[in-house]
C-alpha cells in the first residue's frame, strides 16, 4: 500500500513563499511519476506539476516561473517550492504518484494566500 503524506501547507500573505513536501512510503521515487494537484472551492482537481521517472518536470501555465517541483530520492521525498504566492493559488494541494498503472494520492494540504 502506497501512503503519501504532505506537509508545508498555510497562511501566506500574496508575494510569499510556501514550501510543500510529499513523503512517499515506496523507495525508488525517480520510478515513478510523482507530482501535485490542487482544488479550489468550487473548481476541478488541477494539475500544478509534474516530475516523470526520467526526470523531466511539466508545469501549468499559471505556476511557471513561480514555483519549482523536485525530487530527492534518497529521502523518498518530493517537494513544491512555490514563491510570488498569489490570492488565486489558494486550494487544497494533494500530492500525486502514478506507479505501475496504478493512481495515488495524499490527504491534501491546505494553502491559503490572502491579498
Known amino acids: 500500500q502506497v501512503q503519501l503524506v504532505e506537509s508545508g501547507g498555510g497562511l501566506v500573505q500574496a508575494g510569499g513563499s510556501l514550501r510543500l513536501s510529499c513523503a512517499a512510503s515506496?523507495?525508488?521515487?525517480?520510478?515513478?511519476?510523482m507530482g501535485w494537484y490542487r482544488q479550489a472551492p468550487g473548481k476541478q482537481r488541477e494539475l500544478v506539476a509534474l516530475?516523470?521517472?526520467?526526470?523531466?518536470?511539466n508545469y501549468a501555465d499559471s505556476v511557471k516561473g513561480r514555483f519549482t517541483l523536485s525530487r530527492d530520492n534518497a529521502k523518498n521525498t518530493v517537494y513544491l517550492q512555490m514563491n510570488s504566492l498569489k490570492p488565486e493559488d489558494t486550494a487544497v494541494y494533494y500530492c500525486y504518484m502514478m506507479r505501475l498503472g496504478y493512481d495515488y494520492w495524499g490527504q491534501g494540504t491546505q494553502v491559503t494566500v490572502s491579498a
Open positions: 515506496v523507495l525508488r521515487l525517480n520510478t515513478n511519476t
Open positions: 516530475i516523470t521517472s526520467g526526470g523531466s518536470t
